[in-house]
């Protein structure tokens, strides 16, 4: 006998926008979407960090010690005029190549700001006397320049026993997640976004 499946889920069909997608990708300022072989871009949720990789034509040699690391590298991207940015990060290696079907070319990569999180260090010891929202606002006005927390989580009352020696900015966040079942990302304007894990529904950008 025929068994039926116990587990129902409504389904969702998207219909691609008819709007024609516009953008641009500029290294420190400088628009380089007229030269991109190919460009990608991720984002990415504690305890990760987003990445990109652009290869650029230099085949005429006008981006030859053009740029170097720690510059910026952003993406807009919208359906108007390509001036909403989506993406903002770091330049960290620069790669000069020629492949056959290319001639020279620039691969540059890099992480989304966040990245930097990963580089600052934490020692700090907290005995279960202040609430995860203060302790985040304490982390950032003690080590971050620029940076505003956004907390939106609904639990605001564990306070938690916890040592941190020498341990990356980000991985404090991510164990202060796990704490309330919760969720952080870093967007592109240094908020830091906290917040009850699946809280959170895209609705207009199907992957």
Known sequence: MPRTADIKVRGFIPLPRELPT?????????????KIWSAEFTRAI???IGFFKIILDNNNKEFTDYFSDEQ??????DYVDGT????????????????????????????HISGELLNITVTESYSGTKTIS???SELNTEYLSGYTI??????????????????????????LTNLVNADCYVNDNKVINFFDKNSIENNNEPI
């Open 22 to 34: 516009i953008y641009d990708i500029k290294l420190n300022s400088v628009s380089v979407k007229t």
């Open 46 to 48: 504690c305890p990760e």
């Open 72 to 77: 910026d590298a952003e993406l807009f991207i």
């Open 84 to 111: 909403t940015r989506r993406f903002y990060g770091k330049i960290d290696t620069l790669k000069y190549k020629y492949e056959n079907d290319k001639g020279f070319i620039l691969e540059l990569a890099g992480n």
């Open 134 to 136: 203060t302790i985040l």
């Open 150 to 175: 956004n907390y939106t989580a609904t639990d605001i009352t564990t306070k938690p026993t916890i040592n941190w020696n020498n341990k990356p900015f980000w991985e404090c966040v991510y164990d």
